[in-house]
């Protein structure tokens, strides 16, 4: 049970290790681009490739017979992995073993719905993945299985999501062979990382440079970082700290070396809407910005 293509080595580790799949639930195909043509997530690409059966309910807790054709499978266990359902009690009480969680934290830090980018934004040093026996609560279940992985001032969630992907992959296959005992999490640890929207990536230049570029790696790819420039987004691709001070947002040289809180931030790739990707040098010989340009605004 997953959908995005975080989920998807654990379904190839899976298959490969000839697990008997009697069924892959992901989120329905839904418009998507520019054209707004109808996709299927990465989850069912995944599973069409490999032959398997899809279910594509679009909810579960308020639709019973959906919850009754999963209980009529007869599972020994679920594995669910950024699936983006909620399920019901029915159905967490339906496989023998019950439903495993393949999450992207070490729990209980960092519940919710963007672990992998809470992480790097809180600049936490260390993240990884924990196996987790699913309950009611949100990430609150016991746990089966952790291990970590290092958080460097380079990481971004691009590049962390493909290496945590791959480690959970590997350790749901262990948990099931293992059948480790579990640990109960303790609660009054825990940390939350919601659900982020676009917005989410604006850019405060009056915030510490350190904490911009994290903002920045951590919200590559989604939901982007951003600021205002002549009146238009522009999308911050890439960046890393500098030198420099003035008022917040001031474009300090001519390599689009930003002003923030204290110190600065040179932009090292830009988009415009509707634009190609551009390092600054390339972009700044189309699109000057000299000098004292306020960003932001």
């Known amino acids: 049970m997953g959908s995005p293509e975080f989920a998807v080595p654990a379904l190839q580790a899976l298959h490969h290790a000839r697990r008997e799949i ?5 989120q329905p195909a839904r418009p998507a681009g520019r054209g707004h043509s109808i996709r299927r997530c990465p989850v069912h690409v995944a599973a069409d490739n490999l032959g398997l059966p899809v279910r594509t309910p679009a909810r579960l807790r308020s639709d019973l017979a959906a919850q009754a054709a999963f209980s009529e499978l007869g599972l020994d266990v679920a594995i669910v992995a950024a699936y983006g359902l909620i399920l019901p009690q029915v ?3 339906a496989p023998t073993r019950g439903c495993l969680n393949i999450h992207a934290s070490l729990l209980p830090r960092w519940r919710g719905a963007a672990p ?21 609560g949100l990430d609150t279940g016991p746990m089966l299985l952790r291990q970590g992985v290092p958080i460097t001032e380079e990481t971004t969630t691009a590049t962390l999501h493909d290496i945590l992907a791959s480690l959970g992959a590997r350790m749901i296959l ?9 640990t109960s999490q303790n609660d009054h640890e825990a940390t939350y990382a919601p659900k982020l929207a676009r917005e989410d990536g604006r850019i405060v230049w009056s915030r510490p440079a350190e904490n911009i570029d994290r903002q920045i790696r951590a919200f590559d790819p989604w939901p982007g970082t951003f600021t205002i420039l002549a009146g238009e987004p522009l999308k911050i691709l890439a ?14 040289d001519s390599r689009l070396t930003v002003a923030c809180g204290d110190h600065a931030i040179r932009l090292t790739r830009v988009q415009l809407p509707g634009r190609a990707a551009l390092d600054a040098d390339a972009f700044l010989r189309g699109h000057p910005v000299p000098p004292g340009t306020m960003l932001g605004q």
Do not use: F, K
């Not at 009697?22 to 992901?26: D, L, P, Q, R, W």
């Not at 099931?176 to 579990?182: I, N, V, Y």
């Open 116 to 136: 992998i980018q809470a992480a790097i934004l809180a600049g936490d040093t260390q993240t990884g993945i924990t196996i987790m026996q699913m309950e009611a």
């Open 91 to 93: 159905m967490l009480d």
């Open 239 to 252: 960046a890393h700290r500098a030198d420099g001070c003035s008022i917040p947002g001031t474009v300090l």
């Open 22 to 26: 009697v069924a892959v639930y992901c």
């Open 174 to 182: 262990e948990a099931l062979a293992a059948r480790p005992a579990a």
